[in-house]
């Protein structure tokens, strides 16, 4: 079902504005029921459901775990972390993609802690900001990580901010009472954990911190177990699929989507540390038959040319997240692999899907329709006709930020509307088409120009490379736009004349290009728009 309304509501300077409440279908009884409880009883639960010994992680490294071999240490190493920290205290995981980070997970979920999910590829001024704003005193890590990773010089440079617990030296603190709760505590796990309603807090996430010091993002169990019931609830998918995730887990996505959601759901997912691997992660989708994919474009145009013929033959769906999806993309999959590509989108502040395309229904230029259980409106925004502001409510939305100016502190969503910060457009069958970020037009003449209408141009024309436009100052026009491209040699004239025969007006082309050996990416996956903008200004000397 789809459901419009109009309502009047506050606007953000006070106004009452006339706009219209865009409802989802409704989440279902069983979903409703679910959510109501935190994330160590989801997965013991799963575990009663599926067997204990049903084999449901394979690491990177390829050994497989079972429900019984992931609860039981998740709850041996509870206690030792409940020696060194207090109750409820915040303690921050610094691992990669994987049963490490799963276990730390669930570890100090089981000691009654909130595990707060830190970005190793940040750097340590983002790292340190983070740790102040949450606040935290403790990191849990690993040394063969560590070593593997080259990051010793980052926990030095840390090591002033946070102390760092190692899970090698956990290990060696298991006494006979971390044996019992081990195997007591996945059976009765109310009695061995702090009861917590779902909705207290579940995990801490961060943003970028592109935008200035990066905030707390506050997700209840209830948040984050209500996203895993809509995803289940909007994709069909078969008994016999195998997830594969090589998304980072201190990224919403690879999290809820790429590790909880199989987790929960009794779906074997293999796991992978870095999505950067690109040709081992080609071989490890062959291997393993794979057959649900969690990638961003960039990453899967890259696994499907590093694949040989019909390598990812086993692949039914790919879904993707975090950027656009390029029609190339699709092409390609569909070609050469015979399995559809997924467009989703969200925020981190959404636990973190908020819409995508469906098997079998899959509309060009649309991210599909909005989640089960979602409320949207569209709040028209001054020299943009064509889409508004998306602002969503519903059961997966944040608790509130917690930022750098008040450590620790929650600030929660007002009436629980969180503003995306998107522009979208959503047609009368519920159909969502991304415009782009508000922060992502130029006003060149007067005109508003949306920098994802430059990108997709570029794409179009050369699709085997990759495209940032950013934003640099003009003296004459106020702002220009700038294309940073891998592409070596980018001709003006071939996009021109592109837009000219697919009626895109000539002020949305570029009339300087910045050719790079590699466009920069986050670690994420996604595109890395600040360090675009960095590059563009130096190498066109621009202040």
Not at 61 to 82: C, H, N, Q, W
Not at 221 to 250: C, G, K, R, Y
Not at 303 to 326: D, F, N, T
Not at 473 to 488: C, F, N, S, W, Y
Request: aromatic letters at 6%; charged letters at 20%; hydrophobic letters at 40%.
């Amino acid at each position: 079902m789809f459901l419009r309304h109009n309502k009047a509501y506050d606007g953000p300077k006070g106004e009452i504005v006339d706009a219209q409440i865009i409802k989802s279908e409704t989440l279902s009884r069983r979903g409703l029921k679910r959510i109501r409880r935190n994330l160590i009883e989801a997965v013991c639960d799963a575990s009663r459901t599926h067997g204990k010994s049903k084999k449901i992680i394979t690491d990177g490294d390829g050994r497989t775990f079972s429900y019984s071999e992931i609860l039981r240490p998740a709850f041996a190493l509870s206690v030792p972390i409940k020696k060194l920290s207090e109750k409820q205290e915040n303690i921050g995981i610094l691992l990669p993609t994987g049963i490490g980070a799963v276990i730390a997970l669930l570890s100090v979920h089981a000691a009654g802690r909130i595990p707060a999910m830190l970005n190793f590829t940040a750097g340590a001024k983002n790292l340190k900001a983070a740790a102040l704003t949450a606040p935290l005193t403790l990191v849990l890590t690993a040394r063969k990580f560590i070593e593997i990773g080259g990051l010793e010089s980052l926990i030095e440079d840390l090591s002033d901010t946070v102390k760092f617990i190692y899970l090698e030296d956990l290990r060696e603190e298991i006494g006979v009472g971390s044996k019992v709760t081990a195997l007591l505590g996945p059976i009765f796990p109310n009695f061995f954990t702090p009861n917590f309603s779902s909705n207290h807090t579940g995990v801490i996430l961060f943003t970028s911190g592109t935008e200035g010091n990066p905030k707390g993002v506050v997700l209840t169990h209830a948040n984050i177990l209500a996203n895993v019931e809509q995803i289940d609830q909007h994709v069909e998918l078969q008994e016999s699929d195998i997830f594969f995730n090589p998304l980072p887990t201190f990224h919403c996505y690879g999290l809820t989507a790429g590790t909880l959601w199989p987790l929960v759901g009794g779906y074997p997912v293999v796991l992978h540390p870095s999505p950067l691997q690109t040709k081992t992660i080609a071989k490890r989708i062959f291997k393993t038959k794979a057959t649900v994919l969690f990638a961003t474009d960039t990453f899967l145009q890259q696994y499907m040319r590093a694949s040989a013929e019909g390598g990812l033959s086993s692949l039914r769906i790919a879904v993707c997240g975090a950027e656009r999806v390029r029609d190339e993309t699709r092409r390609t999959a569909e070609k050469r692999f015979s399995f559809e590509v997924l467009e989703g989108y969200g925020v981190t502040e959404g636990a973190p899907v908020l819409a995508a395309n469906q098997p079998g229904d899959i509309r060009a230029g649309t991210i599909g329709k909005l989640l089960p259980g979602l409320e949207a409106k569209l709040e028209p925004i001054d020299g943009i006709d064509d889409g508004g502001c998306l602002w969503v409510r519903g059961p997966n939305i944040m608790k509130g930020y917690i930022s750098a100016d008040n450590p620790g502190e929650v600030t929660p969503v007002a009436d629980g509307w969180h503003n995306t910060g998107d522009v979208v457009t959503i047609d009368d069958e519920g159909y969502c088409v991304i415009r782009g970020r508000i922060k992502r037009f130029a006003k060149i003449g007067g005109e508003m120009v949306s920098l994802t209408v430059v990108e997709n141009c570029a794409s179009a024309v050369w699709p085997d490379y990759v495209h940032a436009a950013t934003i640099l100052p003009d003296p004459k026009r106020g702002e220009q736009i700038v294309l940073v491209t891998d592409h070596p040699d980018p001709k003006r004239h071939e996009l021109l004349t592109w837009a000219q025969t697919h009626g895109v007006p000539e002020i949305s082309v570029p009339k300087k290009f910045v050719s790079v050996e590699n466009v920069p990416i986050l670690g994420t996956g996604k595109m890395d728009y600040v360090g675009a903008g960095n590059l563009a200004r130096q190498l066109l000397s621009v202040k």
